[in-house]
Every structure is written in structure tokens, then in C-alpha cells.
């Protein structure tokens, strides 16, 4: 199970870092946080957190 929530904590934090990049490269940097880009990368940036602190509980 912690393998499992460490692997999708790492999934998520590598599409949220994707998401935002490809955005930049789409759009110039001042426009890429009214986009969906940047909500979406920040919807995986909070998925990451979540699913980083419940490894961190399970694993101790």
C-alpha cells in the first residue's frame, strides 16, 4: 500500500511539473497562470500533497 501512494505522490508532483512546462511552452509565462495549464497543475500539486502525507502516515 505505501509503495502504491508513492508511486502516485511522484506521478502526480511529474505531471504537475509537465503540465505547467508544456503550458510555457504554449502560452508565454505571464499567460500561463489564467489558464487551465495552471489549474490543473495545481489540482495535481494538491493531489500530491494528499497522497504524499497519507504515505508518510502509513509508512510509521
Known amino acids: 500500500m ?4 508513492f508511486i502516485v ?3 502526480c508532483l511529474g505531471l504537475s511539473f509537465v503540465v505547467f512546462i508544456s503550458g510555457i511552452f504554449k502560452h508565454s509565462v505571464k499567460e500561463v497562470f489564467k489558464t487551465k495549464y495552471a489549474k ?3 489540482l495535481l500539486l494538491i493531489m ?3 497522497a504524499f502525507i497519507v504515505y508518510l502516515i502509513i509508512a510509521n
Open 2 to 5: 505505501e509503495a502504491f501512494l
Open 9 to 11: 505522490a511522484m506521478l
Open 40 to 42: 490543473v497543475s495545481v
Open 48 to 50: 500530491y500533497i494528499v
